[in-house]
C-alpha cells in the first residue's frame, strides 16, 4: 500500500519560491533580526560552558529572556543535534506557512493508512484504519503527544523539501528535516532530523511572543505545546 503524499511537488515548491520573492513568509523574525546579545552574559556562559566540559557533554543551551532580548544568549547554540521528537518545532514552520497564507486548512481531513501508522509515542496509532482525522488533530497529536504517526502525516502533507525551504528562508540554519519519525533504515544509513538550540529557542520566544506566523497559529501552538508538558516528567520538576 502506497502512502498518500502531498507535499513536495512541483507546482508547490514553485510556488513557494515564488511567494518568497513577493512578501515576507510570516510575521515570525528570523534569528538576525532579533536585537539580541548586547548584555554581558559572560559571566553566565563561562559557567555554563565549564560545567558542559567537566561532563564531556555535547551540550548546547540557549536562552531568550521575553522581556528583554539584550539578555538572550547561547552557548553552543548553532551546533545541530539529533532533533528526536523536537523536529516537530521545524515542520511546524511549514505547516504554519501554508495555513497563513491560505493553501491549507486546519478542517482539511485526511485518512489514516494502514502505512502511516507507526510505533513508539502517540495515540493516532490506536485509532481505526481508514478513519478521518483533520489537519488540527493531527498538529494536536504531534506537538501534545509527540505522536509519530501524526508526525510522519503532516510530512507527507507538507513535504521534506518544502520544509527545509521554509527553515531555511527564516534563518533556522541548525535545522533539517532529512527523515521520518520510527525510520531505523534511514538512522542506520546516518540519515537524522537536526535542530540546534538557537534554532528551537528562536520558534519557541516567537510562539510565546504571538508572532510565529500570526497570533491565532501562536496560540494554538501554546495551549499544544502546555498540554504536552503537563502531561510530561517536566511538569512534575517545574
Keep these: 500500500e502506497e502512502k498518500e503524499t502531498y507535499g513536495d511537488s512541483r507546482d508547490e515548491l514553485m510556488s513557494i519560491i515564488e511567494s518568497s520573492e513577493e512578501r515576507r513568509i510570516g510575521g515570525m523574525p528570523t534569528y538576525e533580526e532579533y536585537a539580541r546579545g548586547t548584555a554581558d552574559t559572560s559571566e553566565v556562559q563561562n559557567k555554563l560552558l565549564t560545567l558542559i566540559e567537566a561532563y564531556g ?3 548546547s543551551v540557549a ?5 528583554d532580548s539584550a539578555w538572550d544568549f547561547s552557548v553552543n547554540g548553532d551546533t545541530a543535534h ?3 521528537s523536537l523536529i516537530g518545532l521545524a515542520l511546524l514552520t511549514q505547516i504554519y506557512d501554508r495555513i497563513d497564507s491560505g493553501t491549507l486548512d486546519l478542517s482539511n481531513e485526511y485518512i489514516l493508512t494502514e502505512s502511516s501508522v507507526v510505533a513508539g509515542d502517540g495515540t493516532l496509532q490506536n485509532e481505526e484504519i481508514g478513519s478521518m ?6 498538529i494536536h497529536h504531534m506537538l501534545a503527544e509527540n505522536d509519530n504517526t501524526a508526525t510522519n502525516m503532516l510530512i507527507d502533507i507538507v513535504g521534506m ?3 527545509n525551504l521554509e527553515l531555511n528562508r527564516q534563518g533556522l540554519t541548525g535545522t533539517s528535516l532529512e527523515r521520518y519519525m520510527m525510520d531505523s533504515n534511514a538512522q542506520a544509513a546516518g540519515i537524522d532530523n537536526w535542530i540546534s538550540a538557537d534554532d528551537a529557542a528562536d520558534i519557541l520566544a516567537a510562539i510565546a511572543q504571538d508572532i510565529f506566523y500570526n497570533q491565532d497559529l501562536s496560540e ?3 495551549i499544544y505545546l502546555s498540554e504536552g508538558a503537563t502531561a510530561s516528567k517536566l511538569d512534575s520538576a517545574l
Design 161 to 163: 523539501e518544502a520544509t
Design 63 to 67: 536562552v531568550r529572556y521575553l522581556p
Design 57 to 59: 557533554a555535547d551540550a
Design 82 to 84: 539529533p532533533a528526536a
Design 220 to 222: 494554538m501552538a501554546v
Design 133 to 138: 482525522v483533520t489537519l488540527d488533530e493531527l
